[in-house]
């Protein structure tokens, strides 16, 4: 079955580094993805990772994939006030094509300054 | 480029009516996707059209529906509208075609029309 799942809220200190953990049930070769939704706004892919790889970095962004545990990590290194905003977990499984987003609960990111 | 735009941005109707949302992807893209972000319910895949044909569509009643059209743009309808269909309806658009890999599995997103029915 489809089912993905986050932490609904993490509170960290501006400069320190963020960690927000998601775990997905599809065990096909998928698609893995993070948006971020800020108030009032849709949704702004920030990176993804297929499921053939461990890791990915990308400026302050680095994913983690254990596709043995199905878990993915997104690491924020020295957060800002401006990354305070929901954070979105989503697959893509082969089965659909890569074509439909099972979406996690968001995980809320508030910085404090 | 021009991202993904919706209109309207806000929409706020009586239960019972009808609504109609609408989708311009991103210039290029052939595929729409329409998803509901509903509170406490999170976001939940609503349809995909390609081409001008629906492909998929998500665990919501026939009261959803929609269409593309040739220039690849669409439209949500939602009928017999419903207290509990208040949500933002986000749509997004991605470049078909290819294997596995790179960017042509994104989708991108709209900034949502918010819907309250009222």
């Known amino acids: 079955g489809e089912d993905v799942e986050q932490s609904l809220f993490l509170s960290v200190r501006e400069g320190d580094s963020s960690v927000i953990n998601c775990t997905y049930t599809d065990s096909s070769s998928t698609y893995l993805y993070w948006y971020k939704q800020e108030p009032g706004a849709g949704l702004q892919l920030l990176t993804y990772?297929?499921?053939?790889?461990d890791m990915k970095q990308d400026q302050r962004l680095t994913v983690l994939l254990n596709k043995k545990d199905k878990h993915l990590s997104l690491r924020i290194a020295d957060t800002q006030t401006g990354d305070s905003a929901i954070y979105f977990c989503?697959?893509?499984?082969?089965?659909?094509?890569?074509?439909?987003?099972?979406f996690g609960t968001g995980t809320r990111l508030l910085v404090s300054p | 480029e021009a991202g993904v735009t919706q209109s309207p941005t806000h929409l706020i109707k009586t239960r019972g009516q009808q609504a109609t949302l609408r989708c311009s992807p991103i210039s290029g893209h052939t595929s729409v996707y329409w998803y509901q972000q509903a509170l406490g319910l999170g976001l939940q895949f609503l349809l995909w059209y390609d081409e001008g044909e629906e492909r998929n569509r998500g665990n919501f009643p026939p009261r959803f529906s929609g269409r593309q059209f040739p220039n690849y743009s669409s439209e949500l309808n939602v009928n017999a509208l419903e207290l509990e269909d208040s949500a933002l309806y986000l749509c997004a658009s991605r470049l078909q075609g290819g294997g596995p890999g790179g960017a042509k599995n994104i989708q991108y997103f709209g900034a949502g029309t918010r819907l309250s029915v009222l």
């Open positions: 989503a697959e893509s499984p082969s089965y659909t094509g890569f074509q439909k987003l099972v």
């Open positions: 990772i297929f499921s053939n790889m």
